[in-house]
T-cell receptor, first 112, second 114 residues
């Protein structure tokens, strides 16, 4: 099976803009989670979607939002970008209630 | 709430030497524990996981970890380091039977020298 794919891999935006990141899970996986990785804060959980419903949410402001489509693909949106949003955004998928998450290569976002 | 502490942000070993990366967890319920590895400019790759079966867990690339409830530890070991093991390693915990939120440690960067 193909692994988790994320697009784009690299992105440069300016403050105040918005951005949408995409994640395609492993075939058959219905759960998609998003994580932010920064040198200062490490790896932090953003949110998880399962069958198009948000099941869990981390401690991030409302500027961070997501959605999941019927084919399990997920998008993450960040509005009104701030310099501190520069990070590697990782997507992970898992099959139903199994515990193992499989990560994609990430999207590196740079906000100028 | 659960948390993970990784002792040592940087560990350096010689090629062929024992690798020991430390991880201690805190969880109010029996946890699931994971070790992931991250190579430069890549995502996270699962090395191994503990999900309440055998306490000694074997993973990929010769790594293994032992779950010790009395010490709340899940240290990662490899008998003989290889240059290709140089990477960043993350210990993570999740609660059993719940949503998939992983709580990560701060990571340990492993350097392997000749």
């Amino acid at each position: 099976k193909a692994g988790v794919t994320q697009t784009p891999r690299y992105l440069i935006k300016t403050r105040g803009q918005q951005v949408t990141l995409s994640c395609s899970p492993i075939s058959g996986h219905r759960s998609v989670s998003w994580y932010q990785q920064t040198p200062g804060q490490g790896l932090q959980f953003l949110f998880e979607y399962f069958s198009e419903t948000q099941r869990n949410k981390g401690n991030f402001p409302g500027r961070f939002s997501g959605r999941q489509f019927s084919n399990s693909r997920s998008e993450m949106n960040v509005s009104t970008l701030e310099l501190g949003d520069s990070a590697l955004y990782l997507c992970a998928s898992r099959e139903g209630y199994q515990e193992t998450q499989y990560f994609g290569p990430g999207t590196r976002l740079l906000v100028l | 709430a659960q948390s993970v502490t990784q002792l040592g942000s940087h560990v350096s070993v010689s090629e062929g030497a024992l690798v020991l990366l430390r991880c201690n967890y805190s969880s109010s319920v029996p946890p699931y524990l994971f070790w992931y590895v991250q190579y430069p400019n890549q995502g996270l790759q699962l090395l191994l996981k503990y999900t309440s079966a055998a306490t000694l867990v074997k993973g990929i690339n010769g790594f293994e970890a032992e779950f010790k409830k009395s010490e709340t530890s899940f240290h990662l070991t490899k008998p003989s380091a290889h240059m290709s093991d140089a990477a960043e390693y993350f210990c993570a915990v999740s609660l059993t039977g719940t949503a998939s939120k992983l709580t990560f440690g701060t990571g340990t960067r492993l350097q392997v020298t000749l």
